[in-house]
């Protein structure tokens, strides 16, 4: 008589069908994953005394099935990326991983559909869909875009698939790339508005209308119209005492943190001991009494910088008039034209100076070609010789006369060394003859 067993570990048990025959069925469910192959030790044994044995192993391998999603390594991702970064640029990368095999643990990457403001995600980022690595497709600005989610799946090639998704935080970080923003005083040009008025308007017709409020309550808050001056002006009362408020400089800067923190510093004044401004407050104050002396005109450029790396700015011009009413002044207009009448009075000297430096050239030229022509025949000629009188015709003789001319025409002919052989003759001086006269010569 024969047993058949097998050890007590394994997952299987021997079931009896027939005379010595036993069928290897299992006890419970078995995974791949944990074990994937089984050793089992059959041993056979008989009734005799002694008994007698013998075993057999067998080797089981499990099956794969797909019935593992694929797990990311995190339970969330955060990407961060600097704005104005370029398009392709990497933010971070994603893993998962399937304990299954072959193409039952093979995954796959890719982007869920969504919107990041109106916008589809895949305008924003990429996914390598098998490193799983996220890029940027555009450049993001901070100051429209912030932050964003976006969710990444991870799918294996079974059949059926599974997949599994992750969350992926994406923060844009700030740049300083934005200048400050003045809203107080407006920049000139800027607080302009152009009202078409057609030609053919009557006298009454409505032109345009100035909305303002006021935050007061009753008589506080009735507001009266008028036209004024097209800059910004503030007036500054002459009892003002130093230390006295008078004005405020407002700014903005788009950007966060420390590229946004603002100070304030007056660049150029027409008194510049009589104002001052704070560092980060931009008020504007007076620094000692006003006194009689100080001019009624004063102009304050103001500069305004962020303290981001590298620092940018802007600047902005503060009118200023020392009076205790607008009527006093007669002509509020020429305030902005000082700097500007300045820089035209400073053009018209060097165009003063250029015109002058090139008429005295020009009049030195001259003077010098006429001097150089005046000099010319001497200097071509000085190794002339002079003709002797033996060379002279025998119809002239060197005597006064008392014709038609009736004075005496000295000649001095010069020629270069050896003119002695030239068929020409030259007279050193000579006179008519007494009898010469104009008809004679015709």
């Not at 990041?116 to 429209?144: C, K, M, P, W």
């Not at 790339?177 to 009454?204: C, R």
């Not at 009624?296 to 503060?318: E, F, R, Y």
């Not at 010098?368 to 001497?378: A, N």
Request: hydrophobic share 35%; net charge negative.
């Amino acid at each position: 008589m024969v047993r058949c067993s097998i050890q007590q570990n394994v997952p299987f048990k021997l079931v009896p069908s027939i005379k010595n025959y036993y069928s290897l069925v299992t006890t419970g469910q078995l995974d791949r994953e944990l074990v994937s192959d089984y050793n089992i030790t059959i041993s056979a044994t008989d009734e005799g005394s002694p008994p007698l044995s013998s075993s057999k192993t067998v080797q089981l391998s499990v099956a794969d099935i797909n019935d593992n999603p694929p797990v990311f390594e995190e339970q969330s991702y955060s990407a961060y990326v600097s704005e104005n970064n370029k398009p392709g640029s990497t933010l971070c990368s994603v893993s998962a991983r399937d304990p299954d095999w072959r193409q039952n643990g093979t995954v796959i990457y890719s982007l869920l559909p969504a919107e990041v403001n109106g916008a589809s995600v895949s305008s924003y980022l990429s996914v390598n869909g098998d490193t799983g690595v996220i890029h940027a497709v555009r450049s993001f600005d901070y100051e429209q875009l912030r932050s964003f989610k976006v969710h990444v799946m991870a799918r294996d090639n079974g059949s059926p698939p599974l997949s599994s998704n992750v969350t992926v935080s994406v923060f844009v970080s700030d740049v300083n790339d934005n200048s400050p923003q003045i809203l107080y005083p407006a920049p000139e040009g800027s607080s302009f508005m152009t009202e078409l008025v057609p030609k053919a308007a009557h006298g009454g017709s409505l032109v345009s209308k100035v909305i303002a409020v006021d935050a007061d309550s009753g008589q506080n808050a009735w507001l009266s119209y008028q036209i004024g001056s097209s800059f910004m002006t503030e007036l500054v009362p002459k009892a003002a005492h130093g230390g006295s408020l008078v004005s405020k400089v407002i700014a903005v800067d788009a950007d966060s943190g420390q590229n946004a923190w603002l100070s304030y510093q007056i660049v150029r004044s027409t008194d510049p001991g009589l104002f001052t401004i704070g560092v980060h407050s931009g008020e504007i104050r007076t620094q000692r009494d006003i006194s009689e002396s100080d001019s009624m005109k004063q102009n304050l450029i103001v500069a305004v910088k962020d303290n981001g790396q590298p620092s940018l700015s802007a600047t902005c011009a503060m009118y200023l008039l020392i009076s205790d009413n607008l009527a006093e002044v007669p002509e509020l207009k020429d305030i902005s034209y000082d700097d500007k009448n300045s820089k035209l009075t400073s053009y018209l000297i060097i165009a003063l100076v250029c015109v002058s430096t090139f008429f005295l050239t020009f009049i030195i030229i001259v003077l010098g070609v006429r001097f150089c022509r005046r000099r010319k025949p001497r200097l071509l000629f000085d190794g002339a010789v002079a003709i002797p009188g033996a060379y002279l015709p025998p119809n002239y003789a060197d005597v006064d006369g008392t014709g038609t001319l009736r004075s005496s025409y000295n000649y001095d002919a010069y020629l270069t060394t050896g003119s002695r052989t030239s068929d020409f003759k030259f007279v050193s001086s000579c006179t008519l003859p007494a009898d010469y006269t104009e008809e004679n010569s015709l």
